[in-house]
Structure formats: structure tokens, C-alpha cells
């Protein structure tokens, strides 16, 4: 039997084999990660002065062979290095670490992130939480879940009820609104930010309405890109684009995207 097999009342998707390995492979990854941080890690700098630990490059390991042994006609594309050219239309974005800093330090809102790409559109992705216990997964057309339970975005349409969550905030000096960034924040019924991929996936579950990241790469974005998608949010860079490439991102709930766009743009 699987070890993350579907739940029979789930419908079947056309990339359920592909969620499946995922699952599987994040499982085996998070224990190795959870093994590590027992005994306390250290880390080096990368070029961008970002960490990187025995652990990120374990996991991404386990994520390459994983994928290598089901789907050998893909390609690879790994933040710490792991890239093969794909003979399928499809490759593999992998994060082995997402929130290394917060690794490190033993907050739990790292994650394994995993993405498949297909003719240059993410198709399915799983973001697993090994310190929360909580692994999102999603597919195109096939809905997005937190544990195997649906999930959705919230009803909320205005911003005086609404939760609006700023990562990366040391980077936004870089763009022309950040003096203006406080202030347009004032209405919002609360401003949070627990750390990039788990603040994307509060807009998913309904726990919050908008999600804006300052400074990211495509292996931090395939995985909440179609789960937040899936859940009924859009997902866009500050120019207004569905892409994974733009280096920075948003997700909000429909009713209030163009508001968050109309800002970003001034």
C-alpha cells in the first residue's frame, strides 16, 4: 500500500501519481530535516548571503532521485543546484529548504516545496510543513488540500475585513511605493507575516486575503502558485503577471487583487 496514498473519496486526477511521489518524497525528506535539527545545524552563506545547510542539500537529493526513478524523461530545476534538461515537456522545481533562516533557528514554518512545470505552466505542486504537520498539495483542475481535507479561499471583499500578510519587508526599499507602504496598509483589519510560504498558503486555506513577497525565485513560487490558484486566489508579480519569474508575488482573493495591484503599480 502507498504510503500517501489518496483517500478513496478524493477524485482522481490526471496527476495523482505525480502528487503521490511528492507526498512521498517530502515525507522521507522531512524526517531527514527533523533528524537534523535535533542535534542543532550549522550553515554556510551562499553568494546571495541566503543560508544553506547539510540539510537543503540532503533533501534536495532525496527530491532528485525521487523524481529521476518515476519520471526519468523530466527535467530537474533545484535551488541548491540539481538541474537536468527535460526530453518531456515537464521539469521538476524544487525547494528543498523554503525558509531556511527560519531552519535554522527551529521556528516551524520551513517547508519542502515542489512544483511541476508543464510546457512552461505549473500543473501540480505539494508544499510540505514537517514542523507543523501540515503538507498542501494541489493539481490543475483538481482543487487544492491541506491534509487531504478541501480547502478554499475566504468570502471577504473588503479590506477593512481583511487579513493582508507583507513578506520580505527589508526588501521592498527597492520599489517606488515602499514610503507609501504603511499607510496603504492602515484600513486592512490586521497585517501579519509569518513567513512566506505559510503566509500564501493562509490566503489558500481562508485564513487571511493577501499574501505580497518582496524578493523570490521560481522554486520558492511553483508550489503556491497552483495550490493558491486552486483554491480560487490569483496569483501575480507587481507588474500584473502570472508567472513565477517576476521575483516578486502576490496572491488575493479575487475581489481584492486589482486594489492590490492599482498600489504596487503607482
Known sequence: MREWAFESELTLTPFEHELDVCRSAALRAGEVALRYREHGIGYDSKSDESPVTAADRECERIFAAAFEEAFPDDGLLGEEG?????RSGRRWIIDPIDGTRDYVRGIPVWAHLLGLEQDGEVVA?????????ETYFASRGGGAFCNDTPIHISKITSVEQAVVCISGINYF?????????????????????FGGCLDAMMVARGDAEVWIEALVKPWDLAAPKIITEEAGARFFDFKGNNTINGGNSVVAVPALADEVLRFLKR
Open 82 to 86: 540539481a538541474v537536468k534538461p527535460s
Open 125 to 133: 505542486g505539494v508544499a510540505h510543513f514537517p514542523g507543523r504537520g
Open 173 to 193: 526599499p527597492q520599489y517606488s511605493f515602499s514610503n507609501e507602504l504603511i499607510n496603504w496598509t492602515k484600513p486592512f483589519w490586521s497585517v501579519r507575516c
